[in-house]
């Protein structure tokens, strides 16, 4: 099942890579979000909240890209090293940032998503070490 996990993880993430977000509609209602306190409107977000969060942030940069640098296989959670690039509304300058997510998954869904500002946060989450 890990495998399976991982494949998920990489498919969403080739999606993200191309700027295509649509995935999102397909998280559960039960699905949580958590956004790291570096991030606007941090906090833990559920279902259709968790949804709109994830919508919003996309929308809040043009032309958006999160790309996988790196997925390690955790058993039922996958560990995420990416990075983001997009463009402010209005303005010519690319920004950029590197975040790192434990995934949780229930069976073949995504049941949890935390996103951390330092790689040990997120690999200690996944119950993994450096």
């Known amino acids: 099942?890990?495998?399976?996990?991982v494949e998920i993880v990489?498919?969403?993430?080739?999606?993200?890579a191309r700027g295509d977000f649509s995935a999102f509609a397909d998280l559960p209602d039960d699905f949580e979000f958590v956004a790291s306190s570096e991030m606007p409107d941090a906090g833990t977000y559920r279902?259709?909240?968790?949804?709109?969060?994830?919508k919003s942030w996309v929308a809040s940069f043009e032309q958006l890209?999160?790309?996988?640098?790196?997925?390690?296989?955790a058993g039922d959670t996958v560990f995420v090293a990416m990075i983001q690039r997009g463009r402010p509304p209005g303005?010519?300058?690319?920004?950029?940032?590197?975040w790192?997510?434990?995934?949780?998954f229930r069976?073949?869904?995504?049941?949890?998503?935390?996103?951390?500002?330092?790689r040990a946060q997120a690999l200690e989450a996944a119950g993994l070490q450096e």
């Open 10 to 16: 990489r498919a969403a993430f080739e999606q993200y």
């Open 1 to 5: 099942m890990s495998q399976e996990n």
């Open 107 to 118: 069976g073949r869904e995504v049941a949890w998503i935390e996103t951390f500002p330092e």
């Open 65 to 73: 890209t999160i790309e996988a640098t790196e997925i390690i296989d």
């Open 47 to 54: 279902g259709e909240a968790a949804r709109r969060w994830l």
């Open 100 to 104: 790192w997510q434990a995934v949780r």
């Open 91 to 98: 303005s010519r300058t690319v920004v950029e940032g590197r």
